[in-house]
């Protein structure tokens, strides 16, 4: 069977086979199909170097460093692709998958599903992605490109449960169908809980010599899809007892805050239940943004206006907001406003790091940006300063809750309705999770899976 690296290669691809690692970041350029591009999942760069840039107080309105990681370099366009190779790996390795009996299936509503497709294809698997209808067309295109088969559900970013029925349909039609839920599947949670966290961990270090920072993270901050990412925190919080996990969620769906919903705009987030995956009992505080505020701080990157206004009235250095505009998607922004928002919330300083994530890039929301261009005019001078001033430079502490034993409590207990009365989970193993040992059960997994792929490599 197909297989690519071990969490340690991911974590530190240095430690693959040399000749290996450069064939494979060949094909990154040359062949983005190749299987070869499975040891391509890694945080850090062919001079391994961690993919992220430092985001200046001018357009942040903050002293505090923020600090941006980026997935658009992974293959498949996003770092999701690394949860979802390592929740194939483990079932793989485990014996319950099987390229030559079965097909697998990936419930998602973008960024996992295409990660999905690109990871299944390649290790030999037929694949289906479920997602909603009106998700950008550009990720169903790159599903497709991938050689996935897709099933549209209705709805839109927040319409997961009509993901399960469907899913539920598929699995009792067809024997051969395994469900990979990343909302679930603890593979997702390991892949950032050690190669996101440690990765940010050794991330501090490189910082501090370069005069960033007091060689620490003092917040990671990270909007909740399928609550894979925020596990990072977990890995950072037992490095730095003070550190602070903030998770964002949008306005118009805000689940976690007040048992809200509806739709919204900020694709990849915010779906309308809390993860069986999200250790929210270890979260600080949780924030919810505007999805209107993302959009517009996308539309300030996305339009020469306003890319000209961070220029000439912000003072941005034209190579940064080049990267900017290639890096971020609509989450991404959203992450920057949570970053901001947790600076004034804390009353962070200069020697404090807050990182965030782009989990996508602006190839994705093309037509996104098309729409809004053709809803409300392009932009001009006036209001291109005016959404720089209103979304980044003024995000305030409104809509914070901080995470007191009750409002954790109260987090907790709403996985109950998703997971014990729909999803076929017991109380028992609901209750389980509020014991910390739980979690660190599953971290330490993470070397009985590199173990057992070694073995199997033969070494």
């Known amino acids: 069977m197909v297989t690519g690296p071990s969490f340690e290669e991911m974590l530190h691809p240095q430690t693959i086979d040399p000749s290996l690692r450069a064939d494979a970041l060949a094909a990154l350029e040359d062949d983005p199909l190749n299987p070869l591009n499975l040891y391509n999942i890694t945080w850090r760069d062919a001079r391994e170097r961690v993919y992220h840039l430092v985001l200046p107080s001018e357009l942040t309105g903050v002293d505090a460093r923020i600090v941006l990681i980026y997935g658009g370099k992974f293959p498949s366009g996003s770092h999701k692709v690394g949860a979802a190779y390592s929740v194939l790996l483990e079932k793989q390795l485990l014996g319950e998958v099987d390229p030559n009996v079965h097909t697998l299936v990936w419930p998602s509503t973008g960024n996992y599903g295409i990660g999905g497709a690109f990871i299944g294809c390649r290790m030999e698997y037929d694949s289906i992605v479920v997602l909603p209808e009106e998700m950008s067309q550009e990720r169903f295109d790159r599903i497709t490109s991938y050689g996935a088969g897709i099933i549209r559900t209705a709805g839109s970013e927040s319409n997961v449960k009509e993901i399960y029925d469907e899913v539920k349909r598929l699995s009792g039609s067809d024997p051969r169908i395994r469900v990979l839920n990343q909302f679930e599947v603890m593979g997702n949670y390991r892949f950032h809980y050690h190669v996101t966290g440690n990765t940010l961990v050794e991330l501090a270090a490189e910082l501090q010599a370069e005069g960033i920072g007091a060689g620490k993270i003092s917040a990671f901050v990270s909007a909740m899809g399928s609550a894979g990412t925020i596990a990072a925190g977990d890995r950072l919080k037992q490095v730095w007892r003070d550190h602070k996990i903030v998770g964002l969620e949008p306005i118009q769906c805000p689940t976690l805050y007040n048992n809200g919903y509806g739709a919204h705009e900020i694709q990849g987030i915010g779906d309308k239940h809390v993860t069986w995956i999200h250790n929210v009992l270890n979260m600080d505080a949780l924030m919810a943004i505007d999805d209107r505020d993302a959009l517009k701080g996308l539309r300030v990157l996305a339009e020469a206006a306003g ?153």
């Open 307 to 459: 890319r000209q206004v961070l220029a000439e009235r912000f003072g941005l250095a034209p190579q940064l907001i080049d990267q900017l505009s290639q890096t971020l998607g609509i989450s991404g922004i959203c992450n920057i406003i949570g970053a901001i928002k947790t600076a004034r919330f804390y009353d962070m300083k200069s020697d404090d790091v807050i990182v965030t994530v782009a989990t996508d890039a602006m190839e994705r929301y093309g037509s996104v940006m098309a729409q809004l261009r053709d809803q409300h005019g392009p932009l001009d001078e006036a209001k291109a300063t005016a959404m720089v001033n209103g979304v980044f430079h003024r995000a305030g502490t409104d809509w914070v809750m901080e995470g007191s034993r009750e409002a954790r409590e109260r987090w907790h207990n709403l996985k109950y309705y998703t997971w014990v009365e729909q999803q076929g989970k017991s109380v028992a193993e609901l209750d389980a999770q509020r014991d910390p040992a739980w979690w660190i059960g599953h971290q330490e997994q993470v070397a009985e899976i590199d173990k057992r792929l070694l073995e199997q490599r033969g070494h």
